[in-house]
């Protein structure tokens, strides 16, 4: 089992829809969750984190973390044009430095 | 000073070159970070640097020599690449306290290409 999963997508949703990105993760002694955004050839760009059940919201975005079910998600609202990219989950086992894993990454195309 | 600025942004090299990747930041991170990603595929940790020793190694070859000259510069040294090498290399920092939030503020990256 990889130790964060996504699905490659790509995930299609028309302009002002929600769009809905998901992650799984396997290491239960895993404490922080993190959303980056890469536009193709660009660097990735921090989103949002989230440490403890529930939801946190950020302007259109809210990230959902439930621990139980090891499963970290991203909801887009009102999604526009520029938010295509890809949407990489980060999952950090301890705090402080240690390492960020990576999912591979999920395609969003949002169409006009 | 929010950015961590990589240096070129584009390099061509041959399988015979010397070169070197440069990373700063100033944002009194003391954990640097070398990543390599390949097209479509999530970033892949290559050296981690924590107060300026390096603590992990991820198993690269030694083509690939990393350098922590101080706490705001990091260098990607590189020699005698193969074509397979050809990548984003992406330099990342963030802090080292004990803390859940701090996630990594990556740099633009260096599109590197070897010929």
């Known amino acids: 089992q990889k130790e964060v999963e996504q699905n490659s997508g790509p995930l299609s949703v028309p302009e002002g829809a929600i769009a809905s990105l998901n992650c799984t993760y396997s290491?239960?002694?895993?404490?922080?969750f993190f959303w980056y955004r890469q536009y193709s050839g660009k660097s990735p760009e921090l989103i949002m984190f989230i440490y403890s059940n529930g939801d946190k919201e950020d302007g259109r975005f809210t990230a959902q973390l439930n621990k139980a079910s090891q499963y970290v998600s991203l909801l887009i609202r009102d999604s526009q044009p520029s938010d295509s990219a890809t949407y990489l989950c980060?999952?950090?086992?301890?705090?402080?430095?240690?390492?960020?894993?990576f999912g591979k990454g999920t395609m969003l195309l949002v169409s006009p | 000073d929010t950015e961590v600025t990589q240096t070129p942004k584009h390099l061509v090299m041959g399988m015979t070159n010397k070169k070197s990747l440069k990373c700063e930041q100033h944002m009194g991170h003391r954990a640097m970070y070398w990543y390599k990603q390949k097209a479509k595929k999530p970033p892949e940790l290559m050296f981690v640097?924590?107060?300026?020793?390096?603590?992990i190694n991820e198993s690269v070859p030694s083509r690939f020599s990393p350098e922590c000259p101080n706490s705001s510069l990091l260098n990607l040294h590189l020699h005698a690449l193969q074509p397979e090498d050809s990548a984003l290399y992406l330099c990342?920092?963030?802090?080292?306290?004990?803390?859940?939030?701090?996630?990594?503020?990556f740099g633009s990256g260096t599109r590197l290409t070897v010929v």
């Open positions: 980060a999952v950090r086992k301890n705090s402080g430095y240690s390492t960020l894993t």
């Open positions: 990342a920092s963030s802090q080292v306290e004990d803390s859940l939030v701090y996630g990594y503020t």
């Open positions: 640097y924590s107060y300026e020793k390096l603590s």
């Open positions: 290491d239960r002694g895993s404490q922080s």
